[in-house]
């Protein structure tokens, strides 16, 4: 199965508790920090709820 490189590029400062939630189940603490996850649907639907403050990139 193919994995996913997510990383954190915006701040989450002044979003709401959802959308800290869901940056904080991904395992994302710091600025640019980056973690590597399965891709499954429930990840992908994570990443489409805060797309505007992630970089992904597929990874072989």
């Known amino acids: 199965m193919a994995k996913l490189k997510i ?3 915006k701040s989450f400062i002044g ?3 959802s959308v800290r939630a869901t ?3 991904l395992g ?3 600025l ?3 973690v590597i996850h399965e ?3 429930s990840v992908r ?3 489409e709820k805060i797309k ?3 970089s992904v990139e597929e990874m072989a």
Request: without cysteine; charged residues 30%; hydrophobic residues 25%.
């Open 7 to 9: 990383t954190l590029k």
């Open 15 to 17: 979003s709401n508790d």
């Open 23 to 25: 940056v904080k189940t």
């Open 28 to 30: 994302l603490k710091k």
């Open 32 to 34: 640019n920090s980056s």
């Open 39 to 41: 891709d499954t649907p």
């Open 45 to 47: 639907g994570k990443i």
């Open 52 to 54: 505007h403050l992630l």
